[in-house]
């Protein structure tokens, strides 16, 4: 038995490059091993564990207020009544929180904080900032834009310079191409935007004669109509009445401008009447 101990341990040992150079022997198991104290290994810093020479266990504690170390050893203890988590000391109820008198409240993260909502902040304009701090946060004067102090901003550009370029806290005319006019530019539509150095580089397509610009469309101005060929005034001595089936309850008398719009009805005829030119019988 002791030499099938023996050739089994050693075979394990050599198939994983270690050289054999002690022979133990105790109750249980004869076998040849590597060291057997720490002097025996030949690395410095090295420690014999069950009859081979391994490096040894680096505690290791960075980024951890507390828990253990890997190597049996602790990175330390949590104070008052927090609690240990994931190397992390962490509250679970605000009075957790009673040994920082300046930080009461336990957030949803476990963090002792100065406040959950604006309501926990003393007023004159402070707001709780999403970090759990009471702050009051920097005003923009006219045409300026910035970092409000508090995690936010505040922005105050005028409609010439509307954009925001926070890495210098300026107002220019655009970031990217949505800050430009996509519909109209006075009396033409935009065709195509883009944002160059800051500026808003468009297409313009005029609208013609008679025409205004309306959500990026062209169309007749107040007091015209399209005929088919262009907008033309609505002359009222042009407008005339028409003729308009509607079944079995015979015709309306429609009247309509000069490009054939409808504009009123402004009688009926029956099917026994008839009716021709606008006009019934």
Known sequence: MKNK????????????GISLSFFVSDA????CAECLNDAHCPIPGEVCQLGVCTPPCSPSCTGKECGGDGCGGSCGSCPGDLSCSSGSCICT?????????????????????ECLGNGDCSGGGEI??????CCI????????????????????CASATPACKWISETCVECTENSH?????????????????????????????SNEICNSGACECAGGFCNDGGGCVWEDPSKEE?????VGAS???????????EHLAIIGTCTLAQGCTNGVCG
């Open 5 to 16: 101990w023996l050739i089994t341990i050693s075979s394990l040992l050599l198939g994983i």
């Open 28 to 31: 249980r198991a004869q076998y």
């Open 93 to 113: 109820s605000d009075s957790d929180c009673s040994i920082y008198p300046t930080r009461p409240f336990c957030d949803g993260d476990g963090d002792c904080v």
């Open 128 to 133: 709780c900032t999403s970090g759990g701090s």
């Open 137 to 156: 946060p920097e005003t923009c004067g006219t045409n300026e834009c910035k970092w409000d102090g508090c995690g936010g901003t505040c922005n105050n």
């Open 180 to 208: 430009c006019p996509n519909d109209c530019v006075g009396n033409s539509r935009v065709t195509a935007r883009d944002c160059n150095n800051n500026i808003c580089d468009l297409t313009l397509d005029p609208c013609g």
């Open 241 to 245: 009445n028409i003729c308009v089936f």
């Open 250 to 260: 015979g015709w309306t008398i429609n009247r309509v401008n000069v490009c054939g």
